[in-house]
């Protein structure tokens, strides 16, 4: 609970522990005091009771040291609070996107990625912002939490790993359905080794960008990449695995080529035109045992085609199953 693996750590640890001891001590003493007078006060010892009106010095004493203690809390509480909101002018910037159910990092070079990666002994900004509802990015292991709340700018927290590691990231405030598979990770790399990852990462998107646009040469390998890239930034990993179980909507694996049984009792191909047509308006009809809570996506024509290949490239049902499935009922 304790342990330093942020430098923010030490500002919330510190109030943990002087809370925790002045509990510890008021417990002990209230229950000492407690069982003196039950002794002192027993029936056998005082058959009659005996009223007492006023002890001045009594009421000064529990409303001082209370107001001492409070406003200790309060001092110790404003130290913590003010590192927290003062991330140093140099700090590297990434903008983290909160919706459901899924968190999305952007890097300053357009990288964007659904896991953090930072540098160890470099501060880190997250500047936060959500798209539906509120979400609260929580980091545990570095005693760092924020809310992301929809069209509220300025909403950010800062941190500085001291270790090298993979640690949790969870959302900490209840934003619907999914809300548990809200999960993510922060990868904590040494500096060459960020460097390596974003420059990489970072000529991924370049190439990408040149090849899908127009008049590049993007074949069906690099649009699909790009589907896959995209997933992740628009936030459909939340909802569609790619490992053949269901989440709130249906796996992509083997999704292309199945025929689907939809809502209404009708069944549908998945082709190029249904997904076209479904992702373009969700809501005009939905696959049975699936809840229609999936909404309208703003994508250009390059991305639709990108995400189409990339859930083409997840593979489609054996042939023989797929003839069964195509065959008149």
């Given at each position: 609970?304790?342990?330093?693996?942020?430098?923010?750590?030490?500002?919330?640890?510190?109030?943990?522990?002087?809370?925790?001891?002045?509990?510890?001590?008021?417990?002990?003493?209230?229950?000492?005091?407690?069982?003196?007078?039950?002794?002192?006060?027993?029936?056998?010892?005082?058959?009659?009771?005996?009223?007492?009106?006023?002890?001045?010095?009594?009421?000064?004493?529990?409303?001082?040291?209370?107001?001492?203690?409070?406003?200790?809390?309060?001092?110790?509480?404003?130290?913590?609070?003010?590192?927290?909101?003062?991330?140093?002018?140099?700090?590297?910037?990434?903008?983290?996107?909160?919706?459901?159910?899924?968190?999305?990092?952007?890097?300053?070079?357009?990288?964007?990625?659904?896991?953090?990666?930072?540098?160890?002994?470099?501060?880190?900004?997250?500047?936060?912002?959500?798209?539906?509802?509120?979400?609260?990015?929580?980091?545990?292991?570095?005693?760092?939490?924020?809310?992301?709340?929809?069209?509220?700018k300025g909403l950010?927290?800062?941190?500085?790993?001291?270790?090298?590691?993979?640690?949790?990231?969870?959302?900490?405030?209840?934003?619907?359905?999914?809300?548990?598979?809200?999960?993510?990770?922060?990868?904590?790399?040494?500096?060459?080794?960020?460097?390596?990852?974003?420059?990489?990462?970072?000529?991924?998107?370049?190439?990408?960008?040149?090849?899908?646009?127009?008049?590049?040469?993007?074949?069906?390998?690099?649009?699909?990449?790009?589907?896959?890239?995209?997933?992740?930034?628009?936030?459909?990993v939340a909802c569609?695995?790619?490992?053949?179980?269901?989440?709130?909507?249906?796996?992509?694996?083997?999704?292309?080529?199945?025929?689907?049984?939809?809502?209404?009792?009708?069944?549908?191909?998945?082709?190029?035109?249904?997904?076209?047509?479904?992702?373009?308006?969700?809501?005009?009809?939905?696959v049975k045992g699936?809840?229609?809570?999936?909404?309208?996506?703003?994508?250009?024509?390059?991305?639709?085609?990108?995400?189409?290949?990339?859930?083409?490239?997840?593979?489609?049902?054996?042939?023989?199953?797929?003839?069964?499935?195509?065959?008149?009922?």
């Amino acid at each position: 609970m304790l342990s330093r693996l942020s430098n923010i750590a030490d500002t919330v640890n510190g109030p943990i522990l002087f809370i925790s001891a002045v509990c510890m001590f008021m417990l002990i003493g209230i229950t000492g005091v407690m069982l003196y007078f039950t002794f002192k006060y027993h029936r056998r010892k005082s058959p009659v009771g005996k009223d007492i009106h006023g002890h001045q010095t009594l009421e000064v004493v529990w409303t001082i040291v209370p107001t001492i203690l409070a406003f200790a809390f309060f001092w110790y509480g404003w130290e913590g609070y003010k590192v927290m909101k003062t991330p140093p002018k140099d700090a590297m910037k990434i903008h983290v996107t909160g919706r459901m159910w899924s968190w999305n990092m952007e890097y300053e070079n357009g990288v964007q990625v659904a896991e953090l990666y930072v540098p160890v002994n470099r501060a880190v900004r997250c500047d936060l912002t959500s798209q539906d509802v509120i979400h609260s990015f929580y980091i545990p292991a570095f005693k760092v939490k924020q809310d992301a709340v929809p069209n509220v700018k300025g909403l950010f927290l800062w941190f500085e790993a001291l270790q090298v590691g993979d640690y949790d990231i969870f959302c900490a405030e209840y934003c619907g359905l999914n809300h548990s598979h809200m999960l993510s990770k922060v990868h904590v790399l040494a500096q060459a080794d960020f460097d390596a990852w974003l420059k990489t990462e970072g000529d991924k998107v370049a190439a990408l960008k040149k090849a899908t646009e127009p008049g590049g040469s993007a074949d069906e390998g690099s649009l699909a990449i790009m589907g896959k890239q995209l997933a992740t930034t628009k936030g459909c990993v939340a909802c569609h695995t790619v490992d053949g179980s269901p989440r709130v909507g249906p796996t992509w694996k083997g999704l292309y080529g199945k025929t689907e049984s939809m809502a209404d009792g009708s069944t549908a191909l998945v082709d190029e035109a249904y997904l076209r047509s479904f992702i373009r308006d969700p809501q005009a009809r939905h696959v049975k045992g699936f809840p229609p809570v999936m909404p309208k996506i703003d994508l250009t024509d390059e991305e639709l085609a990108a995400l189409v290949a990339y859930i083409q490239s997840l593979g489609s049902p054996p042939a023989q199953a797929a003839a069964e499935q195509k065959a008149p009922r």
